[in-house]
């Protein structure tokens, strides 16, 4: 693959495990997540199985990021074409959360306490056309050990920056007179 490849498999493969596995860590975290998704137009009957569905997504193409150095070039194309289509139904989900009446937290990875917004929509946007570029750069060239071990930790050091999005933002926003950042969304 090549370096850009890497590097895009690395970051969606690892946000995608964070997600997953935030998700069943435990029956909490599990519950937590199914009870936040009325909140993005899923009907409460059907909020269980939906957050099985979603876990299981998210968990099925990590799996195939992980597993497409051992099975090929066309396997990681598909795998990241994939992603690419989870993050746009996620974001499609995120932005009829946020057409919604009532503040959405976002369970992306395990944490529910900072409601969704327009930050959470770019950061999908972002992962989306990680995945696409990915996509567009698998070549069945190997690539210098030392290159491919960059790009996969740049990947790795992007995934954690993507898992903390919600803290990043937070340090980011104007403060107030006060000093405390300014939640009021003006």
């Not at 299981?56 to 150095?69: C, D, F, K, Q, Y």
């Not at 770019?122 to 996509?135: F, H, I, K, Q, S």
Request: glycine fraction near 12%; proline fraction near 6%.
């Amino acid at each position: 693959m090549t370096y850009v490849g890497v590097l895009c498999a690395v970051l969606t493969g690892l946000v995608l495990t964070v997600s997953s596995v935030s998700k069943v860590r435990g029956l909490r975290a599990f519950a937590a997540f199914a009870a936040s998704l009325p909140a993005f137009g899923v009907p409460r009957r059907l909020a269980r199985p939906v957050a099985g569905g979603v876990t299981a997504a998210e968990t099925a193409v990590a799996i195939g990021l992980a597993a497409s150095p051992l099975v090929g070039v066309g396997f990681a194309t598909a795998a990241l074409l994939s992603a690419a289509v989870l993050f746009t139904v996620l974001t499609g989900a995120v932005v009829t959360a946020l057409r919604r009446p009532g503040r959405a937290a976002c369970n992306c990875f395990g944490r529910g306490a900072e409601p969704l917004g327009p930050t959470h929509v770019v950061r999908n946007l972002l992962l989306t056309a990680a995945a696409v570029t990915g996509a567009a750069t698998v070549t069945p060239e190997p690539g210098h050990p030392a290159g491919l071990t960059v790009a996969a930790a740049t990947g790795a050091l992007l995934a954690g920056l993507v898992v903390r999005w919600d803290d990043l933002t937070y340090l980011l926003r104007p403060t107030g007179p006060s000093g405390q950042a300014d939640l009021s969304g003006r």
